[in-house]
């Protein structure tokens, strides 16, 4: 085998195989012009594979439809097609009766929306190289200019743009756009599993005004998705476009090579293993990359290589923020062979079209399977053999892979979470609708059964005029301007550079305490800055640019009350709940760390706001005649609750579509609405983002995963592999990883080994 050597490491603790399989071609769709048949031929494709015939036809005859087949499988070409015969060969399969009385235009119209502005313009050039020379395709995004923006507005009939320009610029000026509006015939949603959470349930509200103002000017578009594999595939696109029914075509019928996955526990440091993987596999002339979680570690990861390779010439770094030459340069040079090696964030999985690498590296597992199998997916595209090694952290979640490889091999990828009726996300979004026509009870068709009742809410609280049952916007401002597509609630801060007045980024108002309070060290793109005030009020903080000796890491106090319980059922010898709870949080202070040794420096204290957020929680409890056999004090109860707590949170992201940062913890020795021990995980987004909740459905799985990772992890008394949470708001005190084991398998009724 060609990557004998690195499978022979002892380093490597698993390894798949899967073996090559030949594609399986079919004729071309009747419906295709035979110009554009001959179009497609000369650029190198002789026949679609099945699925992208299947894909084509079903988008054709009018099917909402969506394509889950593995990276590099062609699914562009699939949704090309009938995109192609609608708008330049004006034929269409279907006729709405709306589109009937509109018969006149010889030509119809598409939109196609990516994740991010670089996939549209790849996606653009794709396109125009399957079309003719007439074919008018335009990008439309946050960098085009006027004359830009003219001709996609006038004069396009393929349009390639993101969910943030079409919910500020497009739907908001609908009037000016209605030629595009009123032939639309497909709706292109590329990348759909990107959608989920809060960022997706904000897009399926964005859709949903899409296709209630095409409707408007006589148009009934076909939703045309693509997106990675999900077992809820149906269900999930169904949410996402605002549609009764979705055709799943997901059996993949490309070639495809042998493919060897390992996965690697470091023997020296996550980063300098990378980086010896990457140097190695460049000197043999493997092309490879390796996806690193941070722009900062992609840097790292790229010296380190570079520093170790024969040829240093041949690593190169990629991350977000290149400009669009620096991309094509980099693209060219691995499509040449000039590049062997590249270290990047995963600004690559998204953007660049680099297919065929030999091997794919990923330095820390992404979260979730899907991320990390789309990331895997660029090796071997070309047909060829190839490798791939997911190197493990320090890290509950890492580690507990490593150890149960049967979960990365062989489980099913996460289910897709989008909870677009959730009243905060949709009542914003209703505002937006009826400025831009105003809405009735009947919009219910797009919005959904609570249309009503939310209506009537934002028309008492002065959002909305209900006049005679027409619900209008009546103030001066634009509504989208009070949305922010990637959270909930108030828009987000500026961060502004002191002394050039260039803002470096932004935050949420609810992370602001703990990530720009006066004396923050603020970290962007490998540039580092200090903190010098916080103004909520003028949305701001204001940094200066500093290169201090440490790092900053707040302090916080929490308590959690339950709102609500909506379901509850037994576990073991506990009771798992889920609903509704409130969480108080306050940063208190702030601690200086050393940014080599991690010693504390000094503790400064805040003055800062207590906080309130109304989220969605899970969470299970200890019977007291099980205490009081343990005969432990509040203390005990408290460090084993909290150890528990902070390994749960850590493996949650292995049965749920998040990662830890998207949810949090809080435990407590006596919970006043318990009246006992509890411990609860809740989701970090105002109203919810679902991961809690699915964390209830999955409860036995993922409870019993976490004693499995506090037995199994070897360390005396607790570390970053089980209990010690890299954003614990009080720095990983009293925690006891012994008493959390004992604990969770008398819950669990499991015996210890």
Not at 256 to 272: F, K, N
Not at 455 to 479: E, H, I, K, S
Not at 521 to 531: A, D, K, N, T, W
Not at 676 to 686: E, K, L, P, Q, R
Request: glycine residues 8%; negative net charge; aromatic residues 8%.
């Amino acid at each position: 085998m060609e990557f004998d050597w690195v499978l022979a490491r002892d380093e490597v603790t698993a390894v798949s195989v899967r073996e090559p399989r030949d594609g399986l071609g079919v004729a071309w769709p009747a419906w295709l012009a035979a110009d554009t048949v001959a179009r497609i031929e000369s650029a190198g494709v002789p026949e679609p594979w099945a699925h992208q015939a299947e894909f084509a036809d079903a988008l054709f005859r009018g099917s909402h439809a969506m394509i889950c087949t593995a990276t590099g499988s062609g699914k562009t070409l699939g949704y090309l097609m009938p995109v192609l015969a609608a708008c330049v060969d004006g034929t269409v399969g279907f006729e709405s009766p709306s589109s009937r009385r509109r018969l006149t235009r010889p030509r119809h119209t598409a939109i196609y929306l990516a994740p991010t502005k670089a996939l549209a313009h790849d996606q653009a050039r794709a396109a125009a190289e399957l079309g003719p020379r007439s074919w008018r395709i335009s990008t439309l995004d946050g960098d085009s200019d006027e004359a830009e923006r003219r001709f996609a507005r006038d004069h396009a009939s393929y349009v390639l743009t993101n969910p943030d320009m079409l919910h500020f610029s497009v739907l908001p000026n609908h009037q000016r756009w209605s030629r595009l509006l009123g032939s639309l015939r497909y709706i292109v949603i590329d990348e759909a599993h990107r959608y989920q959470g809060v960022f997706g349930a904000h897009v399926a509200q964005v859709i949903r005004r899409l296709r209630r103002l095409a409707a408007m000017y006589g148009a009934e578009p076909v939703v045309a998705l693509s997106s990675a594999t999900a077992p809820n595939a149906a269900e999930f696109a169904a949410s996402l476009a605002g549609v009764d029914e979705v055709t799943i075509v997901e059996e993949d019928t490309s070639p495809a090579g042998r493919r060897t996955v390992a996965l690697w526990r470091p023997a020296d440091s996550l980063r300098g293993d990378t980086a010896f993987l990457l140097s190695s596999l460049s000197d043999e002339r493997r092309q490879t990359i390796a996806f690193v979680p941070s722009r900062q570690g992609a840097e790292l990861v790229s010296l380190a290589a570079q520093e170790l390779a024969k040829d240093p010439a041949r690593i190169a770094s990629y991350r977000g923020g290149y400009l669009a030459t620096d991309r094509r340069g980099l693209e060219a040079a691995l499509h040449s062979g000039e590049l062997r090696g590249m270290a990047s964030t995963n600004a690559l999985e998204l953007g660049v079209d680099i297919a065929g690498m030999d091997a794919v590296l990923v330095s820390g597992y992404p979260g979730k399977l899907a991320s990390f199998w789309q990331q895997a997916g660029r090796a071997g595209r070309r047909g060829q053999d190839a490798l791939v090694v997911l190197l493990g952290r320090e890290d509950p979640l890492d580690v507990y892979l490593l150890e149960h490889p049967e979960l990365v091999f062989d489980a099913p990828v996460e289910a897709a979470i989008l909870h677009p009726e959730n009243p905060r996300v949709l009542g914003p979004h209703l505002a937006a609708a009826a400025q831009e026509h105003p809405l009735t009870v009947e919009d219910a068709r797009w919005f959904g059964p609570t249309t009503g009742a939310l209506l009537d809410t934002l028309a008492v609280q002065g959002v909305l005029r209900n006049r005679v049952g027409r619900y209008f916007w009546t103030r001066p401002d634009r509504a989208v301007d009070y949305i922010n597509l990637r959270s909930i609630g108030e828009r987000p801060l500026d961060i502004i550079e002191r002394d050039t007045g260039r803002v470096v980024g932004m935050v949420d108002v609810g992370a602001a305490d703990r990530t720009v309070h006066p004396g923050a060290v603020y970290l962007h793109q490998g540039e580092s800055f200090l903190v010098e005030s916080l103004d909520e009020e003028d949305h701001q903080a204001i940094v200066v640019a500093g290169r201090p000796r440490y790092y900053t890491q707040p302090q916080e106090s929490f308590d959690i009350q339950i709102l609500g319980t909506t379901d509850s059922r037994p576990l073991g010898r506990t009771t798992i709940h889920r609903g509704d709870v409130r969480l108080d949080s306050q940063v208190l202070a702030y601690l200086r760390r050393d940014e080599v040794t991690h010693e504390v420096w000094d503790t400064t204290a805040l003055e800062l706001p207590r906080r309130q957020m109304i989220t969605q929680a899970v969470w299970w409890t200890v019977p007291p005649g099980l205490l009081g056999r343990l005969g432990w004090d509040e203390l005990q109860v408290g460090a084993a609750a909290h150890a528990m707590e902070h390994t749960a949170i850590g493996l949650l992201p292995a049965f749920a579509p998040c990662d830890r940062w998207d949810i949090g913890g809080v435990s407590t020795a006596l919970h006043p609405d318990t009246g006992v021990a509890t411990i609860f995980v809740h989701d970090g987004m105002t109203g919810g983002s679902g991961f809690a909740y699915r964390g209830y459905d999955v409860a036995e799985l993922w409870l019993r995963a976490t004693l499995d990772r506090l037995t199994r992890c070897p360390c005396a008394d607790g570390c970053p592999a089980c209990v010690v949470s890299p954003k614990c708001g009080n720095q990983n005190q009293v925690l006891n990883k012994a008493d959390a084991t004992e604990l969770l398998a008398l819950l669990l009724d499991q015996a210890l080994p």
